[in-house]
């Protein structure tokens, strides 16, 4: 008998989690305005909020943690994280973040200025964000097919060559960088291919342009390369993750997603032009350039992470727990973005909840109906998220209604992915009982989704 796949590390520390009843949720749901994020975290039962600094931490990620050298400059950490990094990626300038957004907020108050055009495949919220407050603009050049979520292609997160070249011809003068996404997160943590990056990097090239990843889930997207590109089998995760860094100029990462720290992140170029305009915010905004919002002894851990993560056993155990779950919700005809990601499912809940009209919400009302039934705790990446249209202040219907239930690395063993998928079922098989939603009864401009306040929709 062939022997089942099973995680590639043991357990050696753990941390309760508490079950709750379904009155108490009702009451605590009730008690945090119908938004999820409201809730305190003892309140939920699993929690799959976000995979960003979720994770946990291997015993050689804490040991190197006591080998933290704190020195305010020059930090022996600092260059131990730099030597992973560069062994990594090629890259030979570092500077630390103290997370994704930071590297951001750093790199592009150099690069980004009024008026520009910064084209990409569905940039993250915040990377948007930092585009957008600079009064520049983000243009959307994913894929079509990543709209829709029934179709099964390999590389749904891929920039659409044709749509970024255009962008380029027309406001070439305009165009700071090119940014793409690895994984693609927005689009259901879906892959780009190398091929794809590729094209990108020539297409740029023509246009005299550089290319910056976002890097967040860098190895889950090498792992997705390896098991669905065409010549790359046989490669090492450290050797595909080197090749896709040949066609970028550049780097943000997060370090709380593909890192598996619990806060961190970094810029890293090879352009030095890059790094002296960046060193010049990374000290106001950061902090000194060797430790630029991080401590030593999270440099250390993170430069263990990055090392671990890229070896195909420990990234091949994460991706196939989420895969596994997805089997889950296939065997019950669960509809979600297909095929599935690398860090997260996301149901298609304008297809489970045909009788909330969008004006009400599905996709938050089958994350509270989710919750509710088990405690399980997902996020709506939809139409609450999506805001409203700046002009005409109108919801915006247009996208995708999804409920995300993103994994944390190397934190729940497949039994939690067990009761994730029965209660999910549950929810499922009385779908067409759920005709009412959510309305909105207190929001901000910008950003709603974290503090917007809901109730209920009843007969
Ligand atoms: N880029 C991507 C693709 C991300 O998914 C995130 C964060 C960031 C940048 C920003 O990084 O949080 O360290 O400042 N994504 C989290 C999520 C918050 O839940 O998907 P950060």
Redesign the pocket.
């Known amino acids: 008998m062939e022997l089942p796949f099973a995680e590639s590390w043991k357990i050696k520390m753990v941390e309760p989690i508490k079950k709750s009843t379904r009155e108490e949720r009702e009451q605590w749901m009730k008690e945090a305005h119908y938004n999820l994020f409201n809730l305190k975290a003892d309140q939920v039962y699993i929690d799959c909020l976000?995979?960003?600094g979720t994770g946990a931490m291997s015993d050689r990620q804490w040991a190197a943690m006591m080998m933290g050298d704190e020195s305010y400059a020059g930090s022996s950490s600092f260059f131990r994280l730099k030597e992973v990094i560069t062994r990594l990626t090629g890259f030979e300038y570092v500077i630390p973040t103290h997370?994704?957004?930071?590297a951001?907020n750093v790199l592009f108050s150099h690069l980004v200025k009024n008026g520009d055009i910064v084209p990409g495949n569905s940039h993250?919220d915040?990377?948007k964000g930092h585009i957008e407050s600079r009064k520049a603009f983000a243009i959307d050049c994913t894929v079509d097919e990543a709209k829709d979520t029934q179709l099964e292609v390999p590389f749904k997160g891929n920039v659409d060559v044709k749509k970024l070249e255009k962008v380029l011809a027309e406001n070439a003068e305009k165009v700071p960088f090119v940014i793409v996404?690895v994984t693609n997160?927005t689009a259901g943590g879906q892959p780009v291919s190398m091929q794809n990056l590729r094209e990108v990097k020539a297409v740029a090239e023509k246009y005299g342009k550089r290319v910056i990843f976002?890097s967040?889930?860098f190895v889950e997207n090498a792992y997705f390369i390896k098991t669905r590109e065409e010549g790359y089998a046989d490669k090492s995760i450290k050797e595909i993750v080197k090749e896709m860094y040949q066609y970028a100029d550049g780097m943000t990462m997060?370090a709380?997603?593909d890192g598996i720290v619990n806060m961190g992140?970094f810029i890293a170029t090879h352009h030095e032009d890059w790094f002296e305009g960046a060193k010049r915010f990374c000290i106001p905004f950061e902090g000194y350039l060797t430790y630029g919002g991080m401590n030593g002894r999270d440099m250390d851990a993170l430069a263990v992470g990055l090392d671990e993560n890229t070896e195909l056993d420990n990234i091949e155990t994460r991706v196939k727990q989420v895969q596994y779950l997805a089997a889950k919700l296939d065997e019950y005809g669960i509809p979600y973005q297909r095929p599935v990601g690398g860090h997260a499912i996301f149901v298609d809940a304008d297809r489970v909840l045909t009788n909330v009209p969008k004006e009400e919400f599905p996709a938050q009302t089958l994350a509270i109906e989710l919750y509710l039934e088990a405690g399980v705790r997902g996020c709506e990446i939809g139409y609450i998220l999506a805001d409203r249209d700046p002009v005409t202040r109108e919801n915006r219907f247009g996208g995708l209604d999804l409920l995300r239930l993103?994994i944390a690395r190397r934190v729940y063993t497949n039994n939690h992915m067990d009761v994730i998928a029965a209660a999910l079922k549950n929810v499922y098989d009385r779908r067409n009982e759920i005709k009412h939603g959510v309305r909105i009864t207190w929001e901000t401009e910008l950003m709603r989704h974290f503090t917007v306040h809901l109730e209920r929709i009843e007969d």
């Not at 997370?99 to 930071?102: K, L």
Request: aromatic content about 4%; proline content about 0%.
């Open positions: 976000t995979d960003s997370q994704g957004r930071a951001e993250f915040t990377t996404t997160n976002d967040a889930r997060s709380k997603k992140g993103c």
